[in-house]
């Protein structure tokens, strides 16, 4: 993007010619034009202008120019000194390649990324003081590999014949000039002229080339500037604003807040992601049900492989007629018992102090001793402990290289095979458990260590050495002199020769984290210890200095075991020595006259640093300096910087030796000292975009994506070495191709232990031609090491196995990807060695994260810009978008052995979460590139398709209905009871005292009672007051402002008995008169209210101070209090007209933040009484307990209406009095042997997490995570007396009254969970309703049980329902929302065309029935623009039925149930509402989906809501947690949201538990959340603006 931007700024184009390009970019990234035809004519727009535009960023040109001058003084002191100098004396610094990170920032405009924002808690995670400086130190160590600026040309590599003429030019060529590489390590290097700047324009073809290298992908912001009504439907109503009724002051006319800092950060983010770097979207498998992810083709341009098939490259064979002793043991007890003086191993203190030499005399007599002891003084049972061939543990510390070499070779002389291991510091150190695993699966009982070790190693209470996690039990012996027991004089340990069996046993940790042991056998020990003698040219008694771990690796096969078989004296230098004097290693190579040094990169690095007071030291007596970790991208600037610095200090440039080395073959290439016939040292400089495509191209100019790496020398002296494919059968790779390295010798590893499948295919490799013939008939090793065989048949190792991500089809080396980080500022806000690089795969494609160590001073701008830099110059030079940049405090990151990252570890933090970063800065946008194609919408059957009776496409049309209402009762009672009034009369004159009302409190005690007569008198005395105090007349609408109890229905029967319209509304809150109040005001003003009836407290309420401070408090109509009105009979009570006059106003405010009231006749409302009436089966007789809000729905009508009209109990308990006491609702049910039960889903979670401890059941229900249901558990309060006796076997129906789709697992957990309490398995079931019908389903107490189904989620995103079997991926449980209730008949429509569908198919649900509602009221006279919603028909078919749309999507399925008529079931399964799906990528997702999925990432996530904006995704978390926690969550969230749902994420938010706002019903308010985020009201712990 960047590439293509700039250049083109270079040269002014005129506006039309911009306008142009902009406009093909929309076409491209719309998919209405092809690559090829968006090139065709872009290229058309530019030709006039493309030779004034050049290829070469100006910041670039500084950069090629400069050269030039230093190359001439720079070839003058050549001709005097015979040396390769350079100017880059000072790039041991991490600037190796800052250059090319400078001028790949520079392409970049300074784009201004929108910033996370945190609150200041999570700021201070600790202060200052307390962090230690890190151990900067890190295996996957220092310089970043050289890349240069430079151009575009690139040649294959040929075949071995002919590479030599380019690689020298490459080498001469890059040896001195600033810009270059560094310089070489041979004398013969000679400079050669650079090109000059000039030769750097591009013109014609080539230009255009260069400038487009990402095409714009399809734009996420499209539909930026108009919201779509999708987005937010705008009923003919008020919003309800819950948070200060200022409504104006929240929005502009565009619906975007004004005022509001979140809404310019999310347009600052959309700005980024206008142009998102991706490919365009190719071939796709396009299929309407599946949404397949992108599979990336190969770029047809990409570079391929050209050259020959390579042949296996033979190393040098052994030297015959050299003495070579018959075993390693066999040298041991040569010089121990002739040469017993002859120093072995010299240890040295943290002070650099010589503390003891080890003789071979003391070697060999102390390993005999602990032979003998092993083999003879322990036993168990009278057994003895160990046998031949046993494996025993090794633990010993980094300082005690003596006491490590007694004991491996007292295993060896006993037959024991040691397997050494790091010293555990803690019980949870890093990686700690697989070692565990691996001392378990090597049957391990035994671990040798010292006395100061042990006395350091965690203990249990006993005493005793703790077990650590995962470890099997160990015995613990010391080996200390005084523990071991003499042999006798005639004792002699068994003679070996170097045979098959095992000699130890090095471990070995893979990418994964799991640890393997890789066996060596005696006969490769022999063999590794020859070759490494002749390679090196090893003589006796030669003195070599090793900084390595000498545990495993180089450090072992050099400094332990080839150092005895030669007879050499060994100075081993321990890693804290190494880090308090990085300079010791050549201060012991001064003053011990060293011949040979082993080291890493790091080391050299370490001691340039601290080099410069230091005049009196000399390297004149090496002979050999091995680089172990030679084969690492940085290895090379170090051993050039180390040569520039200390050549004069008598160190000769042939005395470097990088090696190549891995656990399973051991040595795999060294480079010779000349003196031995070595070839001269090489260099290639590689182009980084070839090597992605594991392709050699060298770039024979300079070019931004470089990498330099140096030979690894030769192979190993009778060793064969070949290049194989990475993936697939082992083929060859031709010459210029990257493969994996394979070794075929005596010296390599055996097999790992115990491991046989995957031993066959690492040790037993037998790699073929491209004929498929084999190449060897010996075996080759697998190396796990990238590379390629170049001139001189020198080896070349351009990364391992381990350290590769593939992305896409591209691979790329997480050792590179640390170089180009380290080139960015890297001193200032992070630590050097401690940055990690791994790969995790989310959506099928491997994903880069980068996590690094912030320092403790660096602010939160000055890490964000780094971040932001870091992403850049990652994207421009490895053209790869890092997907998670993560920095978190000092010192917390998980550390290797010897300093370091465990990169394994940190990757396992990550994905469970535990990483607790600091910041966090992630890139989906940019990264996912294979996401599904957007789903264009096709054209389905429309009105023109041919129904057939009463199918449509074939499938029987989607059509039920509840039973017929005429044959169920004589139409003489339904008109007598036809007016609601008249019945409460009817019912007061026959059973004055039958109790109709019971209110409880929260003590479970009645607080008012009410009895057919009590209420008639109440409901008078009402009616009197609103007709001769308010003087209100017929029609006229009065608001009901009363908290839920007898008060509220005496006080709307009064309404009805004198002709007034009542309208409920839920009282404000006192303690959140803010939010609540202005609620309160909007119903009352919407629905024209002449009069407000309440009590005395809530008048005093609403005409306070709090109040006026909310709401306006002088424009409330007439208020009246009803607790003390006169008793008074009314002259006569209103009957109505007819049955269509309006009875009462229902006013609710919908999850989507409508607020919208409907209107309800007297017909209606005695139909909905009567169906409810029939389905539950409700006589005067029978008792039913509610715990629902009285407002609005089936709630207000269970509460106020169907009581009367039925004439049964009702059991009143209010909600609200549930905080206070949890068990008060089903202690009800119990008491009053309720059958039927009404109750919300907020109702039954508190139930189920309140009282969840306390029934005695403590299994997990499922659907609940483990997690979630202990922390219940834990804070659920002590066992409550009141539910002690509690019995729900009288419940024969527990129906949860809901606007929604059924919430299984809730109701799932809440019958499993009572079940104890006699609860019986199919009493729980839900209900169904909406605004234009408030009961369409209901379970009742007759019918089959609801059915549950299983539908696939992906299909569901299409608009269609296909079903699956349970347990299927993306699988989703549907249950049934109850019966249809009698007089309601359901069809499915399709959402545009209104045709009707068939069986199983997805549509709105529209409903027919007499309880409809009549219309929406507004006071707008706008109820015209919905009267589609209350008098829609159908576009064909049955065009006469008039149908009400609910807004819900659902489906109808005939089941083999059987139905009380006979019939069979139709069941109706809701899918959710319509208003609330979020239309993203061309799909419809219900938030309710994705919510579950995140809820799902991580235990500390309570609850979650989601929500667009402007076509970006916003996910809500409430953190149950630390807020330290706060920051893991943003990529678990991102990912498991790209996993299950292909959508990426664009705004994170973490909130506190109890912020996402919920309504009555328990139903999340979306919309009320996304005001208060846009307008910053949320008081967020963190938001992540995910590029």
Same mark, same amino acid.
């Given at each position: 993007?960047?590439?293509?931007?700039?250049?083109?700024?270079?040269?002014?184009?005129?506006?039309?010619?911009?306008?142009?390009?902009?406009?093909?970019?929309?076409?491209?990234?719309?998919?209405?034009?092809?690559?090829?035809?968006?090139?065709?004519?872009?290229?058309?727009?530019?030709?006039?202008?493309?030779?004034?535009?050049?290829?070469?960023?100006?910041?670039?040109?500084?950069?090629?120019?400069?050269?030039?001058?230093?190359?001439?003084?720079?070839?003058?002191?050549?001709?005097?000194?015979?040396?390769?100098?350079?100017?880059?004396?000072?790039?041991?610094?991490?600037?190796?390649?800052?250059?090319?990170?400078?001028?790949?920032?520079?392409?970049?405009?300074?784009?201004?990324?929108?910033?996370?924002?945190?609150?200041?808690?999570?700021?201070?995670?600790?202060?200052?003081?307390?962090?230690?400086?890190?151990?900067?130190?890190?295996?996957?160590?220092?310089?970043?590999?050289?890349?240069?600026?430079?151009?575009?040309?690139?040649?294959?590599?040929?075949?071995? *014949?002919?590479?030599?003429?380019?690689?020298?030019?490459?080498?001469?060529?890059?040896?001195?000039?600033?810009?270059?590489?560094?310089?070489?390590?041979?004398?013969?290097?000679?400079?050669?002229?650079?090109?000059?700047?000039?030769?750097?324009?591009?013109?014609?073809?080539?230009?255009?080339?260069?400038?487009?290298?990402?095409?714009?992908?399809?734009?996420?912001?499209?539909?930026?500037?108009?919201?779509?009504?999708?987005?937010?439907?705008?009923?003919?109503?008020?919003?309800?604003?819950?948070?200060?009724?200022?409504?104006?002051?929240?929005?502009?006319?565009?619906?975007?807040?004004?005022?509001?800092?979140?809404?310019?950060?999310?347009?600052?983010?959309?700005?980024?992601?206008?142009?998102?770097?991706?490919?365009?979207?190719?071939?796709?498998?396009?299929?309407?049900?599946?949404?397949?992810?992108?599979?990336?083709?190969?770029?047809?341009?990409?570079?391929?492989?050209?050259?020959?098939?390579?042949?296996?490259?033979?190393?040098?064979?052994?030297?015959?007629?050299?003495?070579?002793?018959?075993?390693?043991?066999?040298?041991?007890?040569?010089?121990?018992?002739?040469?017993?003086?002859?120093?072995?191993?010299?240890?040295?203190?943290?002070?650099?102090?010589?503390?003891?030499?080890?003789?071979?005399?003391?070697?060999?007599?102390?390993?005999?001793?602990?032979?003998?002891?092993?083999?003879?003084?322990?036993?168990?049972?009278?057994?003895?402990?160990?046998?031949?061939?046993?494996?025993?543990?090794?633990?010993?510390?980094?300082?005690?290289?003596?006491?490590?070499?007694?004991?491996?070779?007292?295993?060896?002389?006993?037959?024991?095979?040691?397997?050494?291991?790091?010293?555990?510091?803690?019980?949870?150190?890093?990686?700690?458990?697989?070692?565990?695993?691996?001392?378990?699966?090597?049957?391990?009982?035994?671990?040798?260590?010292?006395?100061?070790?042990?006395?350091?190693?965690?203990?249990?209470?006993?005493?005793?050495?703790?077990?650590?996690?995962?470890?099997?039990?160990?015995?613990?012996?010391?080996?200390?002199?005084?523990?071991?027991?003499?042999?006798?004089?005639?004792?002699?340990?068994?003679?070996?020769?170097?045979?098959?069996?095992?000699?130890?046993?090095?471990?070995?940790?893979?990418?994964?984290?799991?640890?393997?042991?890789?066996?060596?056998?005696?006969?490769?020990?022999?063999?590794?210890?020859?070759?490494?003698?002749?390679?090196?040219?090893?003589?006796?008694?030669?003195?070599?200095?090793?900084?390595?771990?000498?545990?495993?690796?180089?450090?072992?096969?050099?400094?332990?075991?080839?150092?005895?078989?030669?007879?050499?004296?060994?100075?081993?230098?321990?890693?804290?020595?190494?880090?308090?004097?990085?300079?010791?290693?050549?201060?012991?190579?001064?003053?011990?006259?060293?011949?040979?040094?082993?080291?890493?990169?790091?080391?050299?690095?370490?001691?340039?640093?601290?080099?410069?007071?230091?005049?009196?030291? *000399?390297?004149?007596?090496?002979?050999?300096?091995?680089?172990?970790?030679?084969?690492?991208?940085?290895?090379?600037?170090?051993?050039?910087?180390?040569?520039?610095?200390?050549?004069?200090?008598?160190?000769?440039?042939?005395?470097?030796?990088?090696?190549?080395?891995?656990?399973?073959?051991?040595?795999?290439? #060294?480079?010779?000292?000349?003196?031995?016939?070595?070839?001269?040292?090489?260099?290639?400089?590689?182009?980084?975009?070839?090597?992605?495509?594991?392709?050699?191209?060298?770039?024979?100019?300079?070019?931004?994506?470089?990498?330099?790496?140096?030979?690894?020398?030769?192979?190993?002296?009778?060793?064969?070495?070949?290049?194989?494919?990475?993936?697939?059968?082992?083929?060859?790779?031709?010459?210029?191709?990257?493969?994996?390295?394979?070794?075929?010798?005596?010296?390599?590893?055996?097999?790992?232990?115990?491991?046989?499948? #995957?031993?066959?295919?690492?040790?037993?490799?037998?790699?073929?031609?491209?004929?498929?013939?084999?190449?060897?008939?010996?075996?080759?090793?697998?190396?796990?090491?990238?590379?390629?065989?170049?001139?001189?048949?020198?080896?070349?190792?351009?990364?391992?196995?381990?350290?590769?991500?593939?992305?896409?089809?591209?691979?790329?080396?997480?050792?590179? #990807?640390?170089?180009?980080?380290?080139?960015?500022?890297?001193?200032?806000?992070?630590?050097?060695?401690?940055?990690?690089?791994?790969?995790?795969?989310?959506?099928?494609?491997?994903?880069?994260?980068?996590?690094?160590?912030?320092?403790?001073?660096? *602010?939160?701008?000055?890490?964000?810009?780094?971040?932001?830099?870091?992403?850049?110059? #990652?994207?421009?030079?490895?053209?790869?978008?890092?997907?998670?940049?993560?920095?978190?405090?000092?010192?917390?990151?998980?550390?290797?052995?010897?300093?370091?990252?465990?990169?394994?570890?940190?990757?396992?933090?990550?994905?469970?979460?535990?990483?607790?970063?600091?910041?966090?800065?992630?890139?989906?946008?940019?990264?996912?590139?294979?996401?599904?194609?957007?789903?264009?919408?096709?054209?389905?059957?429309?009105?023109?398709?041919?129904?057939?009776?009463?199918?449509?496409?074939?499938?029987?049309?989607?059509?039920?209905?509840?039973?017929?209402?005429?044959?169920?009762?004589?139409?003489?009672?339904?008109?007598?009871?036809?007016?609601?009034?008249?019945?409460?009369?009817?019912?007061?004159?026959?059973?004055?005292?039958?109790?109709?009302?019971?209110?409880?409190?929260?003590?479970?005690?009645?607080?008012?009672?009410?009895?057919?007569?009590?209420?008639?008198?109440?409901?008078?005395?009402?009616?009197?007051?609103?007709?001769?105090?308010?003087?209100?007349?017929?029609?006229?609408?009065?608001?009901?402002?009363?908290?839920?109890?007898?008060?509220?229905?005496?006080?709307?029967?009064?309404?009805?008995?004198?002709?007034?319209?009542?309208?409920?509304?839920?009282?404000?809150?006192?303690?959140?008169?803010?939010?609540?109040?202005?609620?309160?005001?909007?119903?009352?003003?919407?629905?024209?209210?002449?009069?407000?009836?309440?009590?005395?407290?809530?008048?005093?309420?609403?005409?306070?101070?709090?109040?006026?401070?909310?709401?306006?408090?002088?424009?409330?109509?007439?208020?009246?209090?009803?607790?003390?009105?006169?008793?008074?009979?009314?002259?006569?009570?209103?009957?109505?007209?007819?049955?269509?006059?309006?009875?009462?106003?229902?006013?609710?405010?919908?999850?989507?933040?409508?607020?919208?009231?409907?209107?309800?006749?007297?017909?209606?409302?005695?139909?909905?009484?009567?169906?409810?009436?029939?389905?539950?089966?409700?006589?005067?007789?029978?008792?039913?307990?509610?715990?629902?809000?009285?407002?609005?729905?089936?709630?207000?009508?269970?509460?106020?209406?169907?009581?009367?009209?039925?004439?049964?109990?009702?059991?009143?308990?209010?909600?609200?009095?549930?905080?206070?006491?949890?068990?008060?609702?089903?202690?009800?049910?119990?008491?009053?042997?309720?059958?039927?039960?009404?109750?919300?889903?907020?109702?039954?979670?508190?139930?189920?997490?309140?009282?969840?401890?306390?029934?005695?059941?403590?299994?997990?229900?499922?659907?609940?995570?483990?997690?979630?249901?202990?922390?219940?558990?834990?804070?659920?309060?002590?066992?409550?007396?009141?539910?002690?006796?509690?019995?729900?076997?009288?419940?024969?129906?527990?129906?949860?009254?809901?606007?929604?789709?059924?919430?299984?697992?809730?109701?799932?957990?809440?019958?499993?969970?009572?079940?104890?309490?006699?609860?019986?398995?199919?009493?729980?079931?839900?209900?169904?309703?909406?605004?234009?019908?408030?009961?369409?389903?209901?379970?009742?107490?007759?019918?089959?049980?609801?059915?549950?189904?299983?539908?696939?989620?992906?299909?569901?995103?299409?608009?269609?329902?296909?079903?699956?079997?349970?347990?299927?991926?993306?699988?989703?449980?549907?249950?049934?929302?109850?019966?249809?209730?009698?007089?309601?008949?359901?069809?499915?429509?399709?959402?545009?065309?209104?045709?009707?569908?068939?069986? *199983?198919?997805?549509?709105?649900?529209?409903?027919?029935?007499?309880?409809?509602?009549?219309?929406?009221?507004?006071?707008?006279?706008?109820?015209?623009?919905?009267?589609?919603?209350?008098?829609?028909?159908?576009?064909?078919?049955?065009?006469?039925?008039?149908?009400?749309?609910?807004?819900?999507?659902?489906?109808?399925?005939?089941?083999?149930?059987?139905?009380?008529?006979?019939?069979?079931?139709?069941?109706?399964?809701?899918?959710?509402?319509?208003?609330?799906?979020?239309?993203?990528?061309?799909?419809?997702?219900?938030?309710?989906?994705?919510?579950?999925?995140?809820?799902?990432?991580?235990?500390?996530?309570?609850?979650?809501?989601?929500?667009?904006?402007?076509?970006?995704?916003?996910?809500?978390?409430?953190?149950?947690?630390?807020?330290?926690?706060?920051?893991?969550?943003?990529?678990?969230?991102?990912?498991?949201?790209?996993?299950?749902?292909?959508?990426?994420?664009?705004?994170?938010?973490?909130?506190?538990?109890?912020?996402?706002?919920?309504?009555?019903?328990?139903?999340?308010?979306?919309?009320?959340?996304?005001?208060?985020?846009?307008?910053?009201?949320?008081?967020?712990?963190?938001?992540?603006?995910?590029?």
């Amino acid at each position: 993007m960047a590439d293509r931007g700039c250049p083109l700024e270079a040269v002014p184009l005129p506006a039309e010619v911009r306008e142009s390009l902009a406009e093909l970019e929309l076409e491209l990234s719309e998919g209405d034009i092809t690559q090829k035809g968006y090139e065709k004519k872009r290229a058309k727009l530019l030709a006039r202008y493309i030779p004034l535009i050049q290829g070469v960023d100006p910041s670039l040109q500084a950069e090629n120019r400069m050269p030039a001058p230093s190359q001439t003084t720079a070839a003058v002191p050549k001709q005097q000194k015979p040396r390769p100098t350079s100017s880059r004396d000072e790039r041991f610094r991490s600037d190796v390649h800052t250059e090319a990170v400078q001028a790949a920032l520079a392409k970049y405009k300074e784009r201004k990324m929108p910033m996370p924002s945190k609150r200041r808690s999570v700021l201070v995670h600790s202060s200052v003081e307390t962090y230690t400086p890190p151990d900067t130190s890190s295996a996957s160590e220092d310089e970043g590999s050289l890349r240069r600026p430079g151009r575009l040309t690139s040649t294959p590599l040929q075949s071995h *014949s002919n590479i030599e003429p380019w690689l020298d030019r490459v080498i001469q060529g890059s040896s001195t000039s600033s810009s270059a590489s560094s310089t070489s390590s041979h004398p013969g290097g000679r400079p050669a002229a650079a090109p000059t700047a000039a030769a750097t324009t591009l013109t014609g073809p080539a230009a255009h080339a260069h400038l487009d290298v990402h095409s714009a992908p399809p734009d996420v912001t499209t539909g930026l500037g108009e919201l779509s009504h999708r987005e937010r439907p705008q009923l003919a109503s008020v919003r309800g604003v819950a948070r200060g009724y200022s409504g104006s002051v929240l929005e502009t006319a565009g619906g975007v807040p004004v005022n509001s800092r979140v809404s310019s950060k999310i347009q600052q983010l959309l700005n980024t992601l206008k142009r998102p770097k991706r490919p365009p979207l190719k071939e796709f498998f396009v299929d309407d049900f599946e949404e397949l992810l992108e599979v990336q083709q190969p770029d047809p341009n990409q570079p391929k492989p050209e050259g020959s098939q390579m042949v296996v490259l033979r190393g040098e064979p052994l030297a015959v007629g050299v003495p070579w002793p018959p075993s390693l043991l066999a040298a041991l007890q040569r010089w121990g018992t002739t040469q017993p003086k002859a120093p072995c191993l010299t240890a040295l203190d943290t002070a650099g102090k010589a503390v003891y030499t080890l003789t071979y005399g003391k070697l060999w007599s102390r390993s005999l001793k602990l032979a003998y002891t092993l083999l003879n003084k322990l036993t168990s049972k009278n057994e003895p402990l160990l046998k031949p061939g046993d494996r025993v543990a090794l633990v010993f510390p980094n300082s005690d290289p003596v006491m490590f070499m007694v004991a491996f070779y007292g295993c060896l002389l006993a037959d024991l095979v040691p397997v050494p291991i790091e010293v555990p510091l803690t019980r949870k150190d890093a990686g700690s458990q697989q070692v565990g695993f691996l001392l378990g699966s090597c049957g391990v009982t035994l671990a040798l260590t010292t006395d100061a070790c042990q006395k350091g190693l965690p203990k249990a209470q006993t005493g005793e050495v703790a077990t650590f996690k995962g470890w099997p039990p160990l015995s613990w012996l010391v080996i200390d002199g005084k523990h071991l027991t003499k042999p006798p004089k005639d004792w002699r340990p068994q003679t070996q020769d170097a045979g098959a069996g095992t000699a130890y046993i090095e471990y070995k940790t893979s990418k994964e984290g799991s640890t393997v042991g890789v066996t060596v056998s005696h006969a490769s020990l022999l063999a590794q210890c020859q070759a490494l003698t002749q390679a090196c040219g090893y003589s006796e008694a030669e003195t070599l200095t090793n900084v390595l771990d000498f545990k495993r690796d180089a450090g072992l096969w050099h400094g332990v075991l080839t150092s005895v078989m030669n007879r050499m004296h060994v100075i081993s230098i321990p890693y804290a020595l190494m880090k308090v004097n990085p300079l010791s290693w050549i201060q012991k190579v001064c003053s011990y006259k060293a011949r040979a040094a082993l080291v890493k990169s790091r080391d050299m690095h370490w001691s340039l640093l601290a080099q410069r007071g230091q005049r009196d030291v *000399s390297l004149s007596s090496l002979r050999v300096l091995i680089v172990a970790d030679g084969a690492n991208p940085w290895s090379i600037s170090s051993c050039d910087a180390f040569l520039n610095v200390f050549q004069s200090r008598g160190l000769r440039p042939e005395v470097i030796c990088p090696c190549a080395t891995s656990p399973e073959a051991l040595t795999v290439a #060294i480079r010779r000292p000349p003196d031995l016939g070595g070839p001269p040292p090489k260099k290639a400089v590689l182009s980084m975009n070839g090597l992605s495509f594991g392709v050699i191209r060298v770039d024979t100019e300079e070019k931004l994506s470089v990498l330099t790496v140096q030979d690894v020398g030769q192979v190993l002296p009778g060793a064969d070495v070949c290049v194989v494919k990475v993936e697939g059968a082992p083929y060859l790779c031709k010459t210029d191709e990257v493969g994996e390295l394979c070794v075929s010798s005596t010296t390599t590893g055996t097999a790992y232990y115990g491991l046989l499948g #995957i031993t066959k295919s690492v040790f037993e490799t037998v790699p073929v031609t491209a004929g498929g013939m084999p190449v060897s008939d010996r075996p080759f090793t697998r190396t796990g090491l990238l590379g390629f065989i170049g001139p001189d048949n020198l080896v070349f190792v351009v990364g391992k196995l381990d350290g590769l991500m593939v992305v896409g089809v591209r691979r790329h080396s997480a050792d590179d #990807i640390v170089a180009t980080a380290l080139a960015v500022e890297p001193m200032k806000f992070v630590y050097r060695g401690r940055i990690a690089v791994f790969s995790v795969t989310v959506l099928h494609d491997d994903r880069i994260v980068l996590v690094a160590e912030q320092r403790p001073d660096a *602010s939160e701008e000055d890490s964000f810009q780094w971040m932001s830099r870091v992403l850049q110059a #990652i994207d421009s030079i490895h053209q790869v978008g890092v997907y998670c940049l993560a920095l978190v405090p000092a010192n917390t990151l998980p550390k290797a052995p010897l300093g370091g990252i465990h990169i394994s570890e940190t990757k396992q933090r990550f994905l469970e979460g535990m990483l607790h970063p600091c910041n966090v800065l992630m890139c989906p946008h940019t990264c996912v590139t294979n996401l599904p194609k957007p789903r264009q919408k096709q054209p389905e059957v429309g009105p023109a398709s041919m129904i057939v009776g009463n199918l449509v496409a074939g499938k029987r049309i989607a059509q039920a209905s509840g039973r017929e209402l005429a044959h169920l009762e004589d139409s003489d009672q339904a008109r007598k009871f036809l007016f609601l009034p008249d019945v409460l009369q009817w019912r007061a004159h026959t059973t004055p005292d039958h109790p109709l009302f019971l209110l409880l409190n929260a003590k479970g005690s009645v607080t008012s009672t009410a009895t057919c007569v009590q209420l008639h008198k109440k409901a008078e005395r009402v009616a009197a007051a609103l007709m001769e105090k308010a003087r209100l007349g017929t029609g006229d609408h009065v608001a009901l402002v009363y908290p839920p109890g007898v008060d509220l229905i005496a006080a709307f029967y009064g309404c009805l008995y004198c002709g007034c319209v009542p309208v409920t509304v839920r009282p404000p809150h006192p303690q959140n008169l803010t939010t609540t109040l202005p609620t309160v005001k909007m119903i009352v003003e919407v629905s024209k209210s002449a009069c407000v009836l309440t009590t005395q407290a809530i008048m005093r309420l609403l005409k306070s101070k709090d109040a006026a401070a909310a709401v306006d408090i002088r424009t409330w109509p007439t208020i009246l209090d009803t607790d003390d009105i006169p008793k008074k009979k009314v002259a006569n009570i209103f009957r109505p007209p007819s049955p269509d006059v309006l009875a009462y106003l229902d006013f609710s405010v919908s999850t989507t933040g409508i607020l919208a009231g409907v209107k309800m006749s007297h017909a209606a409302t005695s139909a909905l009484c009567r169906s409810i009436k029939l389905q539950c089966e409700l006589y005067p007789s029978r008792q039913i307990a509610i715990c629902l809000d009285p407002y609005c729905g089936l709630g207000f009508a269970l509460w106020c209406l169907c009581s009367v009209y039925s004439g049964h109990q009702s059991v009143l308990v209010p909600p609200l009095e549930l905080e206070s006491n949890v068990s008060l609702w089903l202690s009800a049910v119990s008491q009053y042997k309720a059958r039927v039960t009404f109750c919300s889903y907020s109702v039954m979670e508190m139930c189920t997490k309140g009282l969840g401890a306390q029934t005695g059941v403590l299994r997990v229900p499922p659907g609940v995570p483990l997690q979630a249901f202990l922390r219940w558990l834990r804070t659920a309060p002590p066992l409550l007396p009141q539910m002690k006796g509690v019995n729900l076997s009288c419940v024969r129906t527990c129906m949860v009254v809901a606007e929604e789709r059924p919430r299984i697992a809730l109701t799932q957990s809440f019958s499993k969970l009572f079940k104890d309490l006699g609860l019986p398995a199919r009493a729980v079931s839900t209900t169904f309703g909406c605004r234009v019908n408030v009961a369409i389903c209901l379970q009742g107490t007759a019918g089959p049980d609801p059915t549950t189904v299983y539908v696939d989620m992906r299909a569901l995103r299409h608009d269609r329902v296909r079903l699956v079997e349970r347990g299927s991926p993306h699988s989703l449980p549907l249950t049934e929302s109850g019966k249809i209730l009698p007089g309601v008949k359901v069809i499915i429509a399709h959402t545009e065309t209104k045709g009707p569908l068939g069986d *199983s198919h997805l549509g709105e649900i529209w409903v027919s029935s007499p309880h409809n509602a009549t219309g929406y009221y507004t006071g707008y006279g706008e109820e015209a623009l919905h009267a589609d919603h209350f008098s829609a028909r159908l576009s064909f078919g049955d065009t006469q039925t008039i149908w009400a749309r609910t807004g819900y999507l659902g489906f109808l399925r005939r089941t083999e149930l059987t139905d009380a008529s006979g019939e069979r079931h139709d069941a109706l399964y809701v899918v959710g509402s319509l208003d609330e799906t979020l239309e993203l990528r061309g799909m419809r997702y219900h938030p309710i989906d994705i919510e579950t999925s995140v809820v799902r990432a991580h235990r500390s996530i309570a609850e979650c809501a989601v929500f667009t904006w402007t076509n970006l995704l916003v996910v809500v978390v409430e953190l149950d947690g630390l807020e330290r926690d706060a920051l893991d969550l943003v990529a678990l969230v991102t990912n498991v949201v790209l996993e299950e749902h292909h959508l990426v994420v664009g705004v994170v938010v973490i909130v506190d538990p109890g912020v996402i706002p919920i309504n009555s019903r328990g139903e999340k308010q979306r919309m009320h959340l996304r005001d208060g985020f846009l307008a910053d009201q949320l008081d967020p712990i963190y938001v992540a603006y995910n590029m």
